[in-house]
Nanobody, 124 residues
């Protein structure tokens, strides 16, 4: 089993920045990808970014590319999402999720482990 806890959300103005953290515990040695997803009110949960746990390779959704940066610290079992140039459209609950098979990428249904989320609100 793997447990994930997100933190770092909050209220920020248009153009501002936030850094989300995802603390991971449990069987971290099985991890392949740790993904970030978000869900706005009335919308489906959507892919934001994913990070290869062993490689550090990152993949981003087009909507956040060049504004968001993912990173992981294996020694601390932490994954981060630095969010810059935030826009009101980025307002959502942000979740981190873990995959141990290695094929999850942007597919939320392939991530078996999820955190409870952290709220990000960007005011205009």
């Amino acid at each position: 089993q793997v447990q994930l806890v997100e933190s770092g959300g909050g209220l920020v103005q248009d153009g501002g920045s936030l850094r989300l953290s995802c603390a991971i515990s449990g069987r971290t040695f099985i991890l392949q990808f740790v993904g970030w997803f978000r869900q706005a009110p009335g919308k489906e949960r959507e892919f934001v970014a994913t990070i290869g746990w062993n490689t550090g390779t990152t993949v981003y959704a087009e909507s956040v590319k060049d504004r968001f940066t993912g990173a992981r610290d294996k020694a601390k079992n932490m994954v981060y999402l630095q969010m810059d140039s935030l826009k009101p459209d980025d307002t959502a609950v942000y979740y981190c999720a873990a995959d141990y098979v290695g094929v999850a990428y942007a597919h939320k249904e392939r991530y078996p482990y999820w955190g409870r989320g952290t709220q990000v609100t960007v005011s205009s």
